[in-house]
């Protein structure tokens, strides 16, 4: 495959991709992060301050499966 070509494959994949976050009603605009300030977050301190898999108001952190906290977990650490 050519270069040419690929770039032609690129540039249609995000053509497309704009397109389609273009018709999507609410499009860019209603992306929040919300779940990251207030679950993602706040689990993956707790889990590096030793007070075990738990939000900040004490409660089991089980409405989320807990694979990106523990992944948030080291690279926190790592930063620190």
Same mark, same amino acid.
């Given at each position: 495959?050519?270069? #040419?070509?690929? @770039? !032609? &494959?690129?540039?249609?994949? &995000?053509? !497309?991709? =704009? %397109?389609?976050?273009?018709?999507? /009603? @609410? @499009?860019?605009?209603?992306?929040?992060?919300?779940?990251?300030?207030? =679950?993602? #977050?706040? !689990?993956?301190? +707790?889990?590096? %301050?030793? #007070?075990? %898999? !738990?939000? +900040?108001?004490? +409660? *089991?952190?089980?409405?989320? /499966? *807990?694979? =990106? /906290?523990? &992944?948030?977990?080291?690279? =926190? @650490? %790592?930063?620190?």
């Amino acid at each position: 495959m050519t270069i #040419k070509r690929c @770039g !032609v &494959i690129f540039l249609t994949t &995000i053509s !497309v991709v =704009f %397109l389609f976050w273009s018709v999507v /009603p @609410g @499009g860019w605009s209603e992306r929040d992060p919300a779940d990251y300030q207030s =679950f993602y #977050k706040p !689990v993956a301190y +707790n889990l590096l %301050l030793g #007070k075990g %898999l !738990v939000t +900040n108001d004490g +409660n *089991p952190a089980v409405r989320y /499966p *807990p694979g =990106f /906290p523990s &992944i948030l977990t080291v690279l =926190f @650490g %790592l930063a620190q």
